[in-house]
């Protein structure tokens, strides 16, 4: 095979990886796997993600330089081999302290896949004179992760329902081993952005700087961080819910596949609801009231069918404010700044997430139902008090 031929399989070899990577059978089950076959609480379910939050964080700086100095193929394979060895711990026995050191383990096999994919793409492209296609195909790689996600979560559900809740789990290193031997095939290209890294002094200094000098980009900072942490617990709360409400576990992937459609559905539509709504903060008021209206909702009604259709419209339209937040600060960051501000933006709401979810997870355990009804009201009052106006809202 020519080399050129070889760079030009790195891309449909990157869109293979981005799925069997995401292919996450667990997902639709995490929170039986955690409370039934791990015998933890609630709390300690919502404590686990934000630990992995935090360690994703922390990690970022340090596995972005080794895909930088050592390559993004051998970044790529410790991810995916880093992977394999934290779902085998995290299965070997239930235990609180095991999953803690399991979550360590994964959040460094994320964050070196992070970036590395993106990057060995585009160098890919630049190998073949093919990189005006770039947009192209960063999008259709995220279609392929959205393609794992679903394929995972629909799986899931019926692996758990005949083989038990540890079975998902077990099985997520198959998919990953698949990734490591498609990684093992590519051919890593010349880097054209070797550019060192800045530490996380220099990120914090010149971002608050920014948000010193810019009081737009801290208003809407703010409302994505702060409403985002509170609808971002539906991911955590959903299959709880769908216990207390008597949907079966097969189910389970089923939901988190609609939640899944139904954000790609709101995202496709911005156009057309801005239109009918007349306004672009209309819109982020529309997503975070029909957040709070499910949220409470939810801590009230049992229904099967009813909690169901909530729990959709809640991530729906929820979790769809992120990506319309990165769009308005973008137009905010100047493009020698761009890459600092969205790097503090995510240390921003990785902080707000773990912060809200050990609060949720202790409030939890003494009742689902107020905590969700407290999620809902403390999502209002940051709307209340937001002062997001339609002016700052640029296309």
């Known amino acids: 095979m020519s080399a050129e031929n070889k760079f030009t399989s790195n891309i449909w070899k990157s869109y293979l990886i981005r799925m069997f990577f995401w292919m996450h059978f667990v997902a639709a089950v995490m929170v039986p796997f955690y409370m039934e ?29 080794i895909a930088d100095v050592f390559g993004r193929k051998k970044s790529m394979l410790a991810g995916t081999i880093t992977a394999i060895c934290g779902v085998v711990l995290y299965v070997s026995f239930p235990n609180f302290y095991n999953f803690v050191l399991a979550e360590f383990i994964l959040a460094a096999a994320y964050t070196m896949m992070s970036g590395a994919e993106e990057a060995l793409a585009y160098d890919s492209l630049i190998m073949i004179n093919r990189q005006a296609e770039s947009k192209k195909i960063f999008a259709r790689m995220e279609s392929f992760k959205l393609t794992g996600i679903i394929i995972g979560a629909l799986a899931g559900g019926v692996i758990a329902k005949y083989w038990g809740l540890r079975m998902p789990l077990l ?10 031997i498609l990684v093992l095939s590519l051919k890593e290209p010349v880097h054209h952005d070797l550019k060192e890294k800045p530490g996380y002094r220099t990120l914090l200094k010149a971002g608050l700087q920014q948000l010193k000098k810019d009081k737009i980009i801290r208003v809407l900072i703010l409302d994505m961080v702060s409403i985002g942490a509170f609808t971002w617990l539906i991911i955590w709360f959903y299959q ?17 596949t609609l939640m899944c459609i139904g954000q790609i559905a709101v995202l496709e539509s911005v156009g057309l609801l801005e239109r009918l709504l007349k306004g672009k903060r209309r819109l982020l008021m529309l997503t975070a009231i ?17 909690v169901t259709a909530l729990i959709v419209i809640c991530a729906s339209f929820g979790l769809a404010r992120g990506p319309l937040f990165t769009n308005y600060l973008n137009k905010y960051f100047s493009s020698d700044k761009r ?9 921003l709401r990785t902080f707000m997430i773990v912060l809200v979810n050990i609060i949720a997870g ?23 008090v937001s002062r997001i106006k339609e002016v700052h809202l640029q296309d």
Do not use: Y
Not at 171 to 180: D, E, N, Y
Not at 246 to 253: L, N, P, R
């Open 37 to 65: 076959w791990g015998h933890i609480r609630f709390s300690q379910i919502l404590f686990l993600n934000a630990w992995f939050m935090l360690w994703m964080f922390i990690f970022e700086v340090p596995t972005g330089t």
């Open 171 to 180: 099985l997520h290193a198959v998919p990953q081993s698949i990734c490591a």
């Open 240 to 256: 709880k819910l769908l216990e207390h409400a008597g949907v079966d576990i097969i189910w389970f992937g089923l939901v988190h």
């Open 290 to 306: 029909l957040s709070a209206v499910c949220f409470i909702l939810l801590g009230i009604i049992s229904s099967a069918w009813i």
């Open 339 to 347: 890459a600092i501000m969205l790097s503090l933006v995510s240390m």
């Open 362 to 384: 202790l409030l939890a355990d003494v009742s689902i139902s107020l905590t969700l009804i407290l999620i809902g009201g403390a999502i209002l009052v940051l709307l209340f």
